[in-house]
């Protein structure tokens, strides 16, 4: 599910930038090695695959393509001619074993649901493409034809340059296709100082098509975390680290439309800092910021599930949406977070007891309930208006059960 929605549940935003918006060495050290995290290596696998899968295709289609002309000369006797012997097996692994992999390939970038595997299909399509190419030219270098080495350095280029095949199937490719080049050669009786010549040249071929294919890897990983920075730039509020009001709007409107469909119900928590603005005046705006980060990780915290996410939703307000909330007490997260503020035991002089705290009002939608995500949010609202007015420095829930009471008029229960 978690992949359906996308929701970044980290409280500092995308893993691997410092605050001041640069890339921090931990992730460059992870752009070197060509891995990552494993829940951002996910992402970037989808994205390199993504970027490299037109490549492919086209590349997939050429080959293909070139498949069918150089099989028509050999039909028609325009190359040096070879015996029905040797002729025969060439045209049965290019026609019976090469094309049919090759096709296998080339669906792996159409077909969405071959897509999802595309990096080891393509990798397994194109070394049994590449075996049976060193077979067929070693038959026919044995048999005297020159240019033993030709199809097999085509065939290296093609599957680490073109396929987009990431850092470890390249390697493994890579291998698999110059061991093949060496054990068919020596197997079908290659002369051996045509065989050590070719090996020379399709070995220094195979380690320069993958050392471009690592490095064309790596610079489209560092690309991959400059595009995480911009758009966490554009998603997350810049004091907090947590996504900013039209972040929320955005996850708020998919997690709901998710909730309806699966018939899940929704919570939504809004907290504010109680006397704020006299705590900013009396303190100090620099204060007044450490005390809005303070804040804003206990509610970065109380958002553990993958669908869960929380928000500035505006200068000392913050939101926190609970998809399917579990337990019975819709009360314990919210007080929990009303707790925890006040054992940060930060001093204010307006506050209750002399240390800051915070209200909180919160309201579920059921399965059935016929309100929309706007009401739901208007109910929190009120219910943490409500809190206020009741003396700040607790919690109001809005009774699930009364989804269809209209707005201004709820029940709402669960004082501190």
């Not at 015996?83 to 060439?90: K, N």
């Not at 792996?108 to 990798?123: C, G, S």
Request: net charge neutral; charged share 20%; glycine share 8%.
């Amino acid at each position: 599910m978690e992949g359906q929605l996308a929701v970044q549940t980290s409280p500092s935003g995308a893993t691997g930038f410092t605050e001041a918006g640069s890339i921090d060495a931990k992730t460059e050290r992870e752009v070197e090695r060509l891995r990552f995290a494993p829940g951002t290596e996910a992402e970037f696998q989808s994205y390199f695959t993504e970027r490299s899968m037109a490549r492919a295709r086209w590349a997939t289609a050429i080959y293909l393509a070139l498949v069918a002309v150089m099989t028509a000369i050999n039909m028609r006797g325009s190359m040096a001619p070879l015996s029905e012997a040797i002729l025969q097996p060439i045209y049965l692994l290019r026609l019976g074993v090469a094309c049919p992999a090759l096709v296998l390939i080339l669906a792996a970038t159409i077909v969405p649901r071959l897509q999802h595997h595309y990096q080891w299909i393509a990798a397994s399509g194109v070394i049994v493409t590449g075996m049976s190419v060193m077979i067929m030219s070693a038959l026919a270098a044995a048999a005297g034809q020159p240019q033993f080495q030709m199809g097999d350095v085509l065939i290296v280029v093609y599957a680490t340059l073109f396929l987009g095949l990431s850092s470890r199937p390249v390697v493994v490719v890579g291998a698999a296709l110059m061991l093949s080049f060496v054990g068919i050669g020596w197997y079908l009786g290659v002369p051996g100082g045509q065989l050590i010549f070719a090996s020379c040249v399709v070995f220094a071929t195979t380690l320069m098509s993958v050392l471009s294919a690592l490095r064309m890897e790596r610079l489209l990983r560092a690309n991959f975390v400059e595009n995480r920075l911009l758009n966490d730039f554009a998603e997350r509020d810049g004091l907090t680290g947590l996504y900013n009001r039209r972040m929320f709007d955005n996850l708020a409107n998919r997690l709901w439309l998710q909730a309806q469909r699966n018939r899940e119900s929704l919570q939504v928590i809004l907290v504010d800092i109680d006397h704020f603005k006299p705590y900013n005046d009396l303190y100090g705006h620099q204060a007044g910021d450490r005390c809005i980060r303070r804040v804003a990780s206990i509610i970065a915290r109380a958002a553990k599930r993958p669908f869960d996410f929380c928000a500035r939703y505006g200068g000392e307000e913050f939101a926190l949406v609970l998809y399917a909330p579990s337990g019975e007490d819709p009360t314990a997260l919210p007080e929990q977070i009303r707790r925890e503020t006040m054992a940060l035991k930060i001093q204010h002089a307006h506050g209750e007891d002399g240390i800051l705290t915070v209200s909180i009002g919160s309201a579920t939608s059921g399965p059935d309930a016929r309100r929309s995500l706007v009401g739901l949010i208007q109910r929190a609202d009120e219910a943490l208006y409500r809190a206020k007015q009741l003396g700040r420095n607790r919690v109001l829930h809005v009774d699930s059960a009364e989804s269809d009471t209209p707005t201004g008029a709820f029940k709402v229960f669960a004082l501190k």
